[in-house]
């Protein structure tokens, strides 16, 4: 059973920037997920990272302020935000995808990934 232990979130101003890590127990398929929830909202998709060619793909809502990165040794997937926004206000989860990776595929569903991490709280003020 992989197990993601997010940390990073935390209160912040607008216009701060904050690193959100993802530490994962054993590296399992070749893709790793951020997603986020707004209060109220449902669970979107952020961002996903190839863990063997460290490929990106973005939501177009962050594309420009979300880097996703990751460092094969630690086995740990980072996500910087910059220019932080009070929308962007949402406990932030990631997500280990298990088994066979299509392609020049992306994946950004819910259902793509397999294991999950308890989320960590990013609250952004005005």
């Known amino acids: 059973q992989v197990q993601l232990v997010e940390s990073g979130g935390g209160l912040v101003q607008a216009g701060a920037s904050l690193r959100l890590s993802c530490a994962a127990s054993e590296r399992t398929g070749n893709f790793m997920g951020w997603f986020r929830q707004a209060p109220g909202k449902e669970r979107e998709f952020v961002a996903t990272i190839s863990w063997s060619s460290g490929s990106t793909y973005y939501a177009d809502s962050v594309k420009g302020r979300f880097t996703i990165s990751r460092d094969n040794v630690k086995n740990t997937v980072y996500l910087q935000i910059d220019s932080l926004k009070p929308e962007d206000t949402a406990v932030y989860y990631c997500?280990?995808?298990?088994?066979?990776?299509?392609?020049?595929?992306?994946?950004?569903?819910?259902?793509?990934?397999?294991?999950w991490g308890q989320g960590t709280q990013v609250t952004v003020s005005s």
């Open positions: 997500a280990a995808r298990s088994g066979y990776s299509r392609p020049n595929y992306y994946y950004t569903r819910e259902n793509e990934y397999n294991y």
